[in-house]
């Protein structure tokens, strides 16, 4: 979710830094996936040199800036720039209008920037011309420096967390860290008709379980056009398309306070009646994204006396659509049962906003305020009057409680606080200390049990001031079965055999083919591709459709050690299949493994495939061999030896971080002598320049006209940096000295 930070300011009377913010979020477990501000970082401050007519474009020009101590060349098309003037370039890898600028070729020139016009930077929509800068602003510098632009944190929110997925709810997790009030102004309403709502709407609610609250106001007068700038430019900044003022309102507010809100146009509701029900099967209602969806009688829709006119907390309907000719609108919002909207949007395979919002619950205790805000900002933007008194069914809910186990909220966390240090945390974060028991605010409902609460006190009080202690020594537990399989794939690797790993579902065609009857095997009822419906009695099938697919290697040799199932049970089988054509050596290393891990024979079963048997797995082979042992009683039993020692991996694992810069490719060709192996190139290039984070060979080729014993190589090269978009001349600077080294260090020479 995009979270703006002058929003959070409308609520929190704080500055706060960015820095500071992104600390804030991790600490509610909120991940911060991204940090981005209205204009870029790398849009910068220039100083036009010179301008040069483009030579293969009229209408082009070549222009030299000053971008401090450097200069930059550009090609623009803009006829309002002249030398001296300070203007906006976006260097390459700045994201302009959502799209990250990369150096291009135009007409056979090549540019390394773009200057910008105000709507490139997000700041107007003027873009007949470049935008020109004050003459006091210093080239390099950034032009967000200079420019106030809004900061835009882009969110992971936790499903457990739906109080988080608006900027209130944000905006209270700031405030109870930074120990400030939250800002949220009361709601008194505009531009008021004395005619009631009651009299021109009427609802009814059928099962007030699915819908525990609804409200509805009415608004008369409205003239439906485009949203005004501010409005636009928050949607656009989170992610929202404008639509029109009365629909941008909704979805501001579903931003703005988390709650899903609807408009009717309140002409097309059939005799002016709100009815909230199930669905009758096979009803159905064509939705404001142009399909038509069929409902179950388990959908929960908004009808009038005819018809669905929406599907309740999921999407509106087409027939009650909010457009040009509408001058009254019915303005939504309700509580709906998370789980049947969690169903119903399951059933018709429909995510939407909303949905997401109602399946993790709202704040039951705000809706009358959010329905009046969004009333007054229709009022604003929309013109109209809102008739007097809302057309509600239920009432607030009562809060839930906690006992408050502060003993244990102690112990748990392993620190010293008092009570009244624990409740004024809570009642930071919006909690009520009543009585020995905890209120737990309406817009939580991720906190259910006093373990729930002692985790809120930790994460105010810093988990990262919870003292360190050590851990008592135990003996340690018997060796699982893990380890007998893992030395069970030591040993197969050790052999020259490759592990696979399959799923247990084999195909129709294959079941038919192998055995009489169909009925022995498991049939499953929803299966992941409708031709693999059966569970697998054996794992040599999967093994076999393995070595179909790698027909191009002479020898295949696979191993897998996985489930097999039956009506009643379920095994751990080793299975293994090798392409050797020698029948007698592939017993003598079945029997080497029977010796090593000390299991009879009876448990082995052997299969020579002929050519016949193969044909049905499409394996152009004259022959197979495959073994199966049923390892589950081994397992179960614990009969393997407990001094069992896995081989340790003895590759240096190296972790890299990764850049947010692409990548330059570099292909390059040497010929060595024949005792050179890749990797020791490979090493060496990584060693040579710091910038080269992969290297790959694609080509090794032996032949006498590069002499005796030569052969060559040749390697993709990847250059990457983390502090900007290398440019050609930078990247051939690390590729010339890669191509030094490599000479030098192996007396090689480059191919051109």
């Known amino acids: 979710m995009k979270i703006l930070k002058s929003w959070l300011e409308d609520y929190i009377d704080k500055k706060i830094s960015n820095k500071r913010l992104e600390e804030i ?259 159905e209602i064509i939705t404001l994204d142009g399909e038509l969806r069929n409902l179950n009688n388990k959908s929960l829709v908004i009808a009038d006396s005819e018809k669905p006119i929406a599907i309740a907390g999921i999407v509106g309907g087409e027939n009650s659509e909010v457009d040009e000719s509408t001058d009254a609108v019915v303005l939504e919002a309700a509580q709906f049962n998370s789980k049947n909207i969690r169903e119903t949007s399951k059933y018709l395979n429909l995510k939407t906003e909303a949905s997401y919002r109602f399946e ?19 009022t604003q933007v929309a013109g109209g009057r809102i008739l007097s008194g809302i057309v509600s069914s239920g009432d607030v809910p009562e809060k839930n409680f906690v006992i408050a186990n502060y003993d244990k909220i102690r112990d748990m966390l392993g620190i010293k606080i008092s009570n009244d240090k624990i409740n004024y945390y809570l009642k930071l974060l919006g909690f009520e200390i009543e009585s020995g028991r905890i209120a737990v605010p309406f817009w939580r409902h991720d906190i259910t049990i006093w373990q729930d609460i002692a985790e809120e006190v930790g994460r105010l009080f810093g988990y990262e001031k919870v003292s360190r202690c050590k851990l008592e020594k135990i003996n340690p537990p018997k060796k699982s079965s893990f380890y007998f399989q893992e030395k069970i794939k030591d040993f197969m690797i050790l052999h020259g055999y490759s592990e696979s790993i399959n799923y247990p579902f084999l195909s129709e065609k294959i079941v038919s083919s192998q055995f009489t009857s169909q009925s022995q095997f498991l049939k499953v009822e929803n299966p992941l591709q409708p031709e693999n419906r059966y569970l697998r009695d054996s794992i040599i099938p999967s093994l076999l459709g393995n ?39 592939f017993i003598m290393f079945l029997n080497k493994f029977l010796d090593e891990f000390r299991i009879d024979k009876k448990y082995a079963k052997v299969t020579n495939f002929s050519r016949d048997d193969l044909y049905i797995y499409k394996i152009k082979r004259p022959t197979l061999f495959a073994a199966e042992i049923n390892i589950s009683g081994f397992l179960s039993a614990n009969k393997f030896d407990q001094d069992i020692k896995l081989a340790n991996y003895s590759k240096e694992i190296c972790y890299r971080g990764v850049s947010k810069y692409p990548a330059v490719t570099r292909d390059l060709a040497f010929l060595f002598d024949k005792s050179i192996n890749a990797g020791s190139v490979s090493k060496a290039i990584y060693r040579l320049s710091g910038l080269v984070n992969r290297v790959e060979l694609f080509d090794e080729f032996c032949s006498d006209k590069f002499g005796k014993n030569k052969k060559s190589m040749a390697f993709h090269l990847f250059l990457q940096s983390f502090k900007n978009t290398l440019t050609d001349k930078e990247a051939d600077s690390q590729v010339e000295k890669i191509i030094s080294g490599v000479e030098k260090e192996f007396n090689a020479k480059i191919r051109s």
Not at 130 to 149: H, Q, T
Not at 360 to 376: C, V
Request: hydrophobic content about 35%; proline content about 3%; glycine content about 6%.
């Open 547 to 585: 070595i179909s697919k790698n027909s191009a290697f002479d020898d295949v040799k696979l191993y897998e050690i996985g489930h097999t199932f039956f009506k009643t049970k379920e095994q751990v089988v080793f299975s293994f299949v090798s392409s050797e054509k020698n029948y007698d050596q």
């Open 25 to 283: 979020f991790i600490n509610s477990g909120l991940e911060v996936e991204a940090v981005e501000t209205s204009i870029d970082d790398k849009v910068v401050v220039a100083k036009i040199k010179d301008i040069y007519k483009h030579p293969n474009a009229d209408k082009l020009k070549l222009v030299t800036l000053s971008v401090g101590d450097r200069e930059v060349k550009v090609v623009c098309g803009a006829n309002n720039i002249e030398t001296k003037q300070i203007v906006p370039l976006a260097l390459p890898g700045a994201k302009i209008q959502g799209e990250i600028l990369k150096e291009a070729v135009i007409r056979g020139e090549r540019s390394f920037g773009m200057l910008c016009s105000e709507k490139e930077l997000g700041l107007g929509d003027d873009h007949s011309g470049i935008k020109i800068l004050s003459d006091e602003w210093i080239p390099g510098e950034r032009v967000n420096s200079y420019i106030a632009c809004d900061t835009v944190f882009d969110l992971s929110v936790s499903a457990n967390r739906g109080d988080c997925l608006s900027h209130l709810g944000v905006s209270r997790e700031i405030c109870a860290y930074e120990k400030t009030r939250l800002t949220k102004q009361p709601v008194k309403l505009s531009k008021t008709d004395s005619n009631s709502a009651f009299d021109k709407l009427s609802l009814k609610v059928g099962d007030v379980s699915l819908c525990p609250q609804y409200y509805a106001r009415l608004i008369e007068g409205v003239k439906i056009g485009p949203s005004p700038k501010w409005l636009q430019e928050r949607l656009i900044a989170c992610g929202a398309k404008p639509i029109n003022n009365v629909v941008d309102i909704t979805n501001f507010i579903l931003l703005d306070l988390g709650y899903p809100m609807h408009a009717f146009d309140y002409k097309k509701i059939k005799d002016k009646k709100i009815i909230v029900r199930t669905a009758k099967n096979n009803e």
């Open 360 to 378: 993790r619950g709202i704040d039951s205790g705000g809706i009358e305020y959010a329905i009046n805000k969004a009333a007054n900002l229709i």
